[in-house]
């Protein structure tokens, strides 16, 4: 075990988002969002079910809140509803005073539960209106409107928060949305009608508009509010690891190409003002450029580089064909990952879900890459896991969640070891707080330190892992005796 410990000021807590949690997607004049009518969609969730209930925190968020405090946390991540606050979205169409009111209520209620508020404005919930009309991210018509909304949301709770954050993973909203297609708004090649796509050129597209619109709520809040308010404010970035599968050049290759196309692609331009040079060489002609203006205005866009972070894979060239319709795959090129070593060997054991098995070196090597890059503060926004079999166990052996416990072990000692040699991480925010919706698995992936008992009014009890947690950090932090 690792005895490197963590500074008194380090926020801790867990994340959720808007459209995971909430349900109530029609209560106090919301408009419905991407993620509301897509998941309604048959064929679209594993277990057939919508967003509309998540873990009913839009009705319960007072109990939730009473929780939260008792597992110890001095921080809680969530998402704002853009629907909720702005029903059609647009920037010239009314605002809907009760979302804003009941967001308000919500980060008070958060501040005096001694919890820092850390909103995230855009966790993939588009309002409908804008998807309808042209395309949301698709089009730069969708900048002004972004803008917009980020400048109600400071004006409305700016007062509120220390710490904002604006994308959520604009790598993932863009390839899972615009290339797969399996998450909204489900456009990709291989889709038919509303959903046909271009698999290979949209998610650049889109990305491009998201550092755009990601750029512009930033200048926003320096010009108008930073000085009044003093918080800061960033992007999430969704990023594994990539581990060269062996020794060779060519592996070294593949896995530098491989965290290119997932993460670098979406983090380079808001620190250096432009998309990373390999990427262009990969990508070609599909990337977007910037104009000087834009990169100017892009070049510096984030105060810290906030890092969603789950697994490690090794990564070499390709040597499996790609079936038809895996655009995925396609989306990856000649570059591979795999969760076996040359000799054999599994990079970690296997989880709940096949894409994330706990690798916490993986984590180290990322956090100290990214710091060395970016010469910036790192904030962990999310990190977490499910337990083997978890989705099939009763209430009882799901609250005992030992593999769980083990993840967070290692990735905290992982984050102190960092901390300790010098890589200014500033946060740890576990994903998830409660069992919620888990976009294409709908409710069957359960990544919570809390069980919710979804045909109970989503009843709330702490699983093992939310003990544990709350002994561990206070004793990593000092606050405690080991
Ligand atoms: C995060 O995404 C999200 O920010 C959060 O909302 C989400 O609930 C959480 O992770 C847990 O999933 O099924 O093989 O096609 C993490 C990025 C993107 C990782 C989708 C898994 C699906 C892989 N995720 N990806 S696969």
Known sequence: MSTATLPKDFLWGYATASAQVEGSPTADGRGLSIWDTFSSLPNVTEDGLSNATGTNSYSNWAADIALMKSYGVNAHRFSLSWSRIIPAGSATSPLNPAGIAHYQRFMEALLEAGVEPIPTLFHWDLPQALQDEYNGFLSARVLPDFERYARVCFDSFGHLVKSWLTINEPNIFAVLGHCIGAHAPGRSSSGEGARKGDSLKEPYIVGHHLMLAHARAVAVYRKEFAQKQGGKVGIVINGNW??????????????????????????????????????????????????????????????????????????????????????????????????????????????GLSWVRPVPWGFGKLLRFLWRRYDRDVWVTENGVICPGEK????????QDDFRIDYFRGYIDELAECVKEGVPVKSYLAWAFADNFEWQEGYTAKFGVTYVDHKNNCEMTPKKSAWWMKEYMAAKMGLKDN
């Not at 070609?284 to 894979?313: C, I, M, Q, V, W």
């Open 242 to 351: 990539a581990e060269p599968w062996d020794a060779s050049e060519e592996s070294k290759q593949a896995a530098e190409n491989h965290l290119t196309l997932s993460t670098l692609w979406l983090s380079d331009p808001v620190f250096t003002g432009d998309y990373p040079p390999l990427l262009r060489k990969l990508v070609g002609d599909r990337l977007p450029t910037f104009t000087a203006e834009e990169s100017a205005l892009l070049k510096g866009s984030s105060d810290f580089l906030g890092l969603n972070h789950y697994t490690t894979f090794y990564v070499r060239k390709r040597v499996t064909p790609i079936e038809d319709g895996d655009w995925q795959n396609h989306f990856f090129g000649e570059n591979e990952s795999t969760t076996t070593a040359p000799d054999g060997t599994e990079i970690g054991p296997k989880a």
């Open 392 to 399: 099939d166990m009763s209430k009882e052996e799901a609250l």
